[in-house]
């Protein structure tokens, strides 16, 4: 396999990872809110039960947890940005997908699920209140 094959294959795979992440981060995100809609939903109809708020430690550790991958993701989407851009450059393309689309939609979530993280633990921890 020359070099040009080699390069080839490196940025259709990058191209192809770009789609996946895009669409996992989208359906991710889609999963967690649903998921905490609904504990939030038996929160407030089961506000006068004691020991209820620990219902929301779920959504609040599961934000948690999404703020540090996509971080992560958004950090690692710079680099691959780098290394498709110099595909391009290597190939002699004009044009290159904007993978910053998939660090903006990152950083996006990651700001929704810190809220959502901040307003759960504050919720929990002003219950007994």
Same mark, same amino acid.
Do not use: G, R
């Given at each position: 396999m020359d070099m040009e094959d080699k390069y080839w294959k490196q940025y259709e795979q990058?191209?192809?990872l770009y789609k996946f992440y895009l669409d996992i981060v989208v359906k991710i995100n889609a999963f967690h809110f649903a998921i905490s809609g609904a504990?939030?939903?038996?929160?407030? !109809?089961?506000?006068s039960e004691p020991f209820v708020q620990w219902s929301?430690?779920?959504p609040a550790l599961l !934000?948690?947890?999404?703020v540090a991958l996509f971080v992560f993701g958004a950090y690692s989407n710079l680099k691959t940005r780098t %290394?498709?851009?110099?595909l391009r450059d290597k190939l002699g393309? %004009?044009?290159?997908?904007?993978?910053?689309?998939?660090t903006v939609f990152l950083s996006i979530f990651t700001v929704a699920n810190l809220l959502t993280a901040g307003g759960t633990i504050y919720v929990i921890f002003t219950h007994c209140v």
């Open positions: 990058h191209v192809v504990i939030f939903t038996f929160y407030f !109809s089961n506000k929301l430690a779920l !934000s948690l947890c999404l %290394d498709v851009f110099n393309l %004009d044009v290159a997908p904007e993978l910053l689309v998939l």
